[in-house]
């Protein structure tokens, strides 16, 4: 069955055993995992050590939270060739953390900070040379990594995802992290059935590689910027969503990012309801 989950330090950074509990008890099952904002002791993926593995993977073990992504937030299309060196070589060195954690896989988005269009045609190159590195050492370890799009960041269109797919060809070893409110646009907003559409042509896009779905909801103001909101609360359509994942995809982790806490009960009855949903759509 779905699993249901949440980004993990948006309830606070504790040690492992203490965190993974609280997720438990709050109503989860699974988690995307950002180490070093999450776990006391661990301040970047640099010196974390065996031991600190060990003790997140039996913490999690111990309370069935599957650990669905590590996040590792990094700049994979940064125009300055160290920076981007670097943050290649974080998530090489965070896929063997994966591995040694038992995480389904590593994830993060493409860039940091929103891009103009101009920014975004002169970072994808770069962003797909990151990827290609990536997916060399995902294939070596036989682990996974996830990437996510956004509509800020070079990776923001089914389009520009099918060509990073087929140029990068490793469907076991790369998945992607849909979140479409990061991907929500005012044309969403403003017309259900252009959602629907829209959801549809990156879903057709992703397939069998869809790795993660990240659920939150949110409104778009007259001036044209986002507030999130709570799941229910705002414009997002996930009707279509749940439709094709229970035809395609109905074990896809139901994630939900960007925690508002006094949102949290009432979410996860939802998250509830969309795994229900899933299951009879799927049992049809």
Not at 23 to 29: D, E, H, I, P, V
Not at 61 to 67: K, L, M, S
Request: charged content about 25%; glycine content about 6%; hydrophobic content about 45%.
């Amino acid at each position: 069955m779905t699993r249901i989950g949440c980004r993990a330090h948006d309830y606070g950074k504790l040690p492992a055993a203490a965190l993974a509990a609280t997720l438990r008890a709050k109503g989860y099952n699974a988690a995307q995992l950002a180490m070093p904002r999450a776990i006391a002791g661990i301040e970047d993926f640099s010196h974390i050590t065996d031991k600190q593995l060990a003790e997140i993977r039996t913490a999690f073990a111990a309370q069935d939270v599957e650990i669905s992504v590590l996040s590792c937030y990094q700049d994979l299309s940064a125009p300055d060739a160290d920076t981007r060196r670097t943050a290649v070589d974080t998530v090489k060195r965070t896929l063997g953390c994966a591995k040694l954690l038992g995480a389904k896989m590593v994830g993060s988005e493409t860039a940091w900070g929103a891009c103009t269009d101009e920014e975004k045609a002169v970072r994808r190159p770069l962003m797909l040379d990151s990827l290609q590195r990536i997916a060399e050492e995902a294939v070596r370890l036989n682990a996974v990594f996830g990437v996510e799009p956004v509509a800020i960041h070079p990776l923001c269109s089914p389009e520009i995802l099918a060509e990073l797919l087929q140029a990068v060809d490793a469907p076991n070893n790369i998945k992607v992290i849909f979140d479409p409110v990061n991907l929500f646009t005012t044309k969403d907003a403003q017309n259900a059935a252009f959602q629907a559409d829209h959801w549809k042509s990156w879903l057709a896009v992703i397939g069998k590689q869809l790795g993660a779905m990240h659920c939150k909801d949110c409104r778009i103001e007259p001036d044209g910027t986002k507030t999130l909101v709570g799941l229910g609360k705002g414009q997002m359509n996930y009707a279509p969503i749940l439709d094709w994942l229970a035809q395609y995809a109905p074990e896809t982790p139901l994630i939900r990012d960007e925690v508002i806490l006094e949102c949290a009960p009432a979410d996860i009855k939802i998250l509830h309801q969309m795994q229900q949903s899933i299951e009879e759509k799927r049992m049809k």
